[in-house]
């Protein structure tokens, strides 16, 4: 009898969970694991979307440098690397007129960033900044609208810092008047000083997930490097944490995603773009249970509600779009120079 | 080749083979790696001291080794001086029928997961958590419990007390009881005993035990980097920050040889009492 049973069970099995006809495997940061992002396309393409996450340019490189062609179909990547993970033979080229990037906000298309030599290589998806969180009711909010605010004693001991190297020094940057855009090993000898101060001031420097709990916590009362992408999903249960751009700038986020080169899917993988970009995909994103996000489609407005867009400050957005600079994209010796820094910064 | 040497080789070629490559030939790449240099994004093959230079020779590297070799230690020797008596404990104390419960109560954290343990313990360490929470109760506090080494510490040690107290209750068991009774017979006190009877005899299941958790624990990012909140490095965080983003392998190659070479340091210290095959 229990065999029957046993047998009777296998053979439902697959009515019971009908297997998809095809496979497509993306190698995606955590965004992108949330099921009410992907089981929408999934269902209209009968496909089953394998990911797996990755964190850091150059470890999602190494997985595929370790994997053989056609086993990634689709990647997401940081805007400002599209290009080394082009130049690097890992993307393939995608018609620009598939995307739907007139829709897109102007300065979220990034053309520098995703077209190299007349060749679309990836598409913006999401972005957001990397400022200044804060509990509104532990900190004055005005203090916040200035950096200088969080090295003058009044914090210390109340603030943490994000563990990336590129948006805070970036932000430490954007304090001492320097551009993004003009940090080399030159320009980091100037902010040696006040990285250090930052540090003094602060208690601890943590991931993604030690600087959500702390600051839900009152570990600290001010997150470095924060933003939308940390207080967001936190947003319902306590409406108190907050944040800003001050007024010497913050830094904008941006990621983008493209085809695998070497993919036997291309198809596929193009159609899974065109979804993540499309206003519906966007607005799943923007809300993924990982982190939130603004999306680069305007058309996923209409798809958010007042509270998620209140969230995401969806109508401070052509401010601070302005105020935002991108992330540093440091050549190899400025990179090496900014992880010594930010070893003795955390070794001091 | 005789039958035998041949069946015998037979036996223990699958390991052989396992371990040649998952951790001789991965090891010899590794150690070849460490050797190259970056130039530009791009890993040059070379015979370049350069990574171990700059790894032992610039300040804030050679702090990260210095970090792990002190936090291990205190690691080791607090989970030891935790573990024996416990482990005794259970072994003299505790009816022979109600052992294995005992046992199962001490390993019992071992079934939760190692992230979720220590962000539990960043939660009960924290400025409003529950044992600042006890400490104003008394009107104590606050005290900067979260993000320190002594959170790591004790983090690795709750951990690790566990471990050992299983290595050295395995010892402690098979001991006769003969050993004790002699030495009292000959006029030795309960603390002479323990000391100079007892306690040798334990060695390799304590030597055993602190060598397991001084390997695991050097090699630990996880929890430094919950619990320590990165108020210092460790040598594994070092490692992890030259791959993120950067993709430095070499360099991030030798900071493991070294880590090798301070666990090949510290078996070579325990070797003469090591016995392995108490695990």
């Known amino acids: ?348 | 080749m005789s039958d035998e040497r041949r069946l015998a080789l037979a036996l223990v070629s699958p390991a052989l083979l396992w371990t040649l490559a998952f951790f001789a030939v991965p090891f010899a790449a590794m150690l070849l790696l460490s050797f190259a240099h970056m130039e530009g994004r791009t890993v040059v093959q070379g015979l370049s001291l350069a990574n171990y230079a700059k790894a032992l020779g610039e300040p804030s590297h050679l702090k990260a080794l210095i970090n792990s070799v002190e936090i291990t230690v205190t690691v080791t020797v607090v989970s030891v001086a935790l573990a024996w008596p416990l482990a005794a404990t259970i072994a003299w104390s505790v009816p022979a029928r109600w052992q294995r419960a005992a046992l199962l109560m001490a390993v019992l954290p071992f079934w939760t997961s190692y992230v979720v343990r220590s962000y539990s313990w960043a939660l009960v360490l924290g400025k409003n958590g529950v044992v600042n929470q006890a400490f104003g109760a008394v009107g104590l506090g606050p005290f900067e419990l979260a993000s320190t080494r002594f959170a790591t510490v004790l983090g690795f040690t709750h951990f690790f007390v566990m471990l050992l107290t299983l290595t050295i209750y395995a010892n402690l068991i098979q001991l006769s009881p003969n050993y004790a009774r002699a030495a009292q017979d000959l006029g030795a006190g309960r603390l002479r005993t323990l000391w100079h009877v007892i306690l040798p005899l334990t060695l390799p299941g304590i030597v055993t035990g602190a060598f397991v958790t001084f390997v695991l624990c050097i090699g630990d990012y996880i929890t430094p980097q919950i619990l320590g909140g990165n108020t210092e490095l460790t040598l594994p965080q070092l490692i992890m920050l030259q791959m993120g983003r950067g993709g430095n392998f070499p360099m991030a190659s030798a900071l493991s040889v070294i880590l090798m070479a301070v666990v090949t340091l510290a078996y070579a210290a325990s070797a003469r009492w090591l016995r392995l095959d108490r695990l």
């Not at chain 1, 998809?20 to 992108?32: G, M, Q, S, T, Y």
């Not at chain 1, 090993?185 to 208690?203: Q, T, Y």
């Open chain 1, 1 to 348: 009898m229990k065999r029957i049973a046993a047998l009777a069970l296998v053979c439902a099995t697959p009515a019971a969970f009908p297997v998809a006809a095809e496979e497509l495997n993306a190698l995606v940061w955590c965004d992108h694991t949330d099921p009410a992002l992907l089981e929408p396309f999934e269902a209209a393409n009968d496909v089953t979307v394998n990911v797996k996450e990755y964190e850091g340019t150059a470890a999602g490189m190494a997985i595929l440098d370790q994997s053989a062609p056609g086993d990634w179909d689709v990647m997401v990547v940081d805007s400002v690397d599209v290009a080394r993970v082009a130049a690097a033979g890992k993307l393939a080229p995608i018609p620009a007129e598939a995307l739907p990037t007139g829709d897109f906000f102007p300065e979220l298309v990034m053309a520098a960033q995703n077209v190299i030599d007349g060749k679309t290589y990836a598409v913006t998806e999401k972005f957001g900044y990397n400022t200044i969180s804060y509990d509104k009711t532990k900190v004055d909010p005005a203090d916040m609208e200035d950096m200088a605010a969080l090295t003058s004693g009044k914090y210390d001991g109340k603030i943490g810092i994000y563990d990336y190297y590129l948006p805070v020094l970036g932000l430490v940057g954007l304090g001492q008047g320097v551009a993004t855009a003009d940090l080399n090993v030159g320009a980091l000898e100037g902010l040696k000083a006040p990285l250090m101060a930052l540090r003094k001031a602060s208690k601890q420097v943590s991931d993604v997930v030690s600087s959500q709990t702390a600051l839900a916590t009152g570990e600290v009362d001010i997150v470095v490097g924060g933003g939308e992408w940390l207080t967001a999903v936190l947003a319902a249960d306590n409406p108190n944490l907050d944040w800003t751009i001050p007024k010497q700038g913050g830094l904008r986020w941006t990621q983008s995603i493209g085809v695998v080169a070497g993919t036997t899917k291309p198809d596929l993988a193009l159609k899974f773009v065109q979804y993540i970009t499309s206003a519906e995909g966007q607005a799943a994103l923007a809300q993924s249970s990982c982190y939130w996000g603004m999306p680069a489609n305007m058309k996923a407005g209409a798809l958010l509600s007042d509270e998620a867009k209140a969230v995401l400050r969806w109508d401070m957005q052509p401010d601070y779009l302005a105020r935002a600079q991108l992330y540093p994209v440091p050549d190899a010796a400025t990179d090496t120079a900014m992880q010594d820094l930010w070893t003795e910064m955390l070794n001091q």
